[in-house]
């Protein structure tokens, strides 16, 4: 009889995934005819830019673009990606080893976790963030230390006692700014204190950058900015969310040579790189005019200013955020009594309004709900209405 073991390591390892329940239930609900608001998965609403279409239909129709790419990306995306980092940072990146380009920058967070993990190593992670941030490394074997970083001066106060408190430090620290999921920036000092910390006690610095031109206020930095990073620390970034092209699976790895080229160690035994007509229209996008950009970030920043408001007046007071395209909400406080994912599922039952639960971004995160600024203003009052009647009747 063939085997049919179901307890595998690393699945067993990884709790069950809680935003299937929201989505298994959103199913149901817009089965059943009920118009859903969607405001719970990131994904951009917003047409890709018709320049950057355009570069893919013309690069896809030459002969010979078809075959296999090269997993570190193409000379020209790498050499595209150098001139970003140097226009907006200021950064001076080498494309030959300092820069690897990633299927999104979640693909190269993930294998960067694999490459560069032993079974027992600690991470130091962030709570609330971005699942991958944690789970990753977890995959990879490593044991996850939880920091509380509603904002980044907890984020650094945490790291701060943590590191006095262990007895050995951790083999790598995880920064996320903007943050996915509370809209919260850093500033030049904390990447600053945190590369100190990186060399003082030989840790490796992974940096999620992948907000980096959604803001509504000062342009959020780089942490390359800062003298002495690029020993320490790598930084992913993303064209998903800057010019609307999160299904094309583009992104970047840069920094560190020795975490470069371990990166691309991996990828060599796992992929051959994205479609090259894609990577040419990624170097369309990152080369090409940036008025796209601006009016996306117009955009999510009109869209925030009508949830605060909107939301606000139907009885849900929630927090303006300073980047990214998401607002961390705590509960409603006739609703304070509720976990996050029940207060999800309520929502979308009495309110037609789908949103995460806090609780799938790290224990830290239960009490809020992470709202995506992906529907339009007209919807996201319509949402409000909803809202408004439910909270009201007290459904």
Same mark, same amino acid.
């Given at each position: 009889?063939?085997?049919?073991? !179901? ?48 570069? %893919? ?25 150098? +001139? ?24 190269? /967070? ?6 560069? !993990? ?8 962030? #709570?609330?963030? @971005?699942?991958? *941030? ?6 990879? &074997? ?18 701060? #006692? ?21 809209? *919260?920036?850093?500033?030049?000092? /904390?990447?600053?204190?945190?590369? +100190?910390?990186?060399?003082? *006690? ?12 959604? @803001? ?30 999160? &299904? ?20 060599? @035994? %796992? ?75 309520? %929502?979308?039952? *009495? ?9 799938? /971004? ?31 009747? &007290?459904?």
């Amino acid at each position: 009889m063939l085997s049919k073991k !179901t307890e595998f390591y690393r699945i067993q390892r990884l709790p069950p995934y809680v935003f299937a329940e929201v989505n298994k239930l959103k199913a149901q609900l817009r089965k059943e005819g009920q118009d859903i608001i969607d405001f719970g998965f990131g994904n951009p609403d917003q047409p890709t830019p018709k320049h950057v279409i355009d570069k %893919l239909i013309e690069t896809v129709q030459k002969p010979r673009t078809t075959g296999y790419s090269v997993s570190r990306g193409i000379n020209g995306l790498r050499q595209a990606c150098a +001139r970003y980092y140097d226009r907006r940072f200021g950064v001076s990146l080498d494309p030959e080893t300092e820069i690897i380009a990633t299927m999104g920058s979640k693909e190269g /967070f993930a294998n960067l976790a694999q490459a560069i !993990t032993e079974p027992g190593d600690v991470i130091y992670a962030p #709570d609330p963030s @971005y699942p991958l *941030h944690a789970y990753g490394f977890v995959i990879a &074997g490593a044991k996850i230390q939880p920091i509380p970083a509603i904002t980044a001066d907890e984020y650094l106060a945490g790291v701060k #006692d943590a590191l006095a408190k262990a007895t050995k430090p951790p083999m790598a620290i995880v920064v996320c700014f903007p943050s996915n999921p509370t809209g *919260h920036t850093a500033e030049i000092s /904390f990447y600053e204190e945190i590369v +100190r910390i990186a060399h003082e *006690h030989n840790i490796i610095i992974l940096s999620d950058l992948a907000y980096s031109e959604i @803001y509504f206020g000062e342009k959020p930095p780089s942490i390359f900015e800062v003298g002495g990073a690029k020993d320490v620390a790598v930084e992913t970034t993303s064209l998903s969310k800057t010019y609307s092209m999160a &299904g094309w699976r583009m992104g970047f790895a840069v920094g560190a040579p020795h975490l470069i080229a371990a990166l691309a160690r991996v990828k060599s @035994y %796992l992929d051959y790189g994205a479609f090259t007509p894609i990577q040419v229209a990624a170097c369309a996008a990152l080369d090409g005019p940036q008025d796209c950009v601006v009016a996306a970030r117009e955009t999510y920043k009109n869209r925030r200013d009508v949830m605060v408001e909107s939301f606000g007046r139907a009885g849900w007071d929630i927090p303006s955020p300073d980047a990214s395209m998401f607002v961390w909400a705590p509960l409603p406080e006739s609703k304070a009594h509720m976990s996050s994912l029940e207060f999800a599922k309520e %929502l979308m039952i *009495h309110a037609g309004a789908a949103v995460s639960p806090g609780v799938g /971004f790290g224990s830290n995160g239960e009490g809020y709900v992470r709202v995506a600024l992906v529907e339009n203003e007209q919807r996201i009052r319509q949402a409000a209405r909803n809202i408004r009647a439910y909270l009201e009747t &007290g459904d």
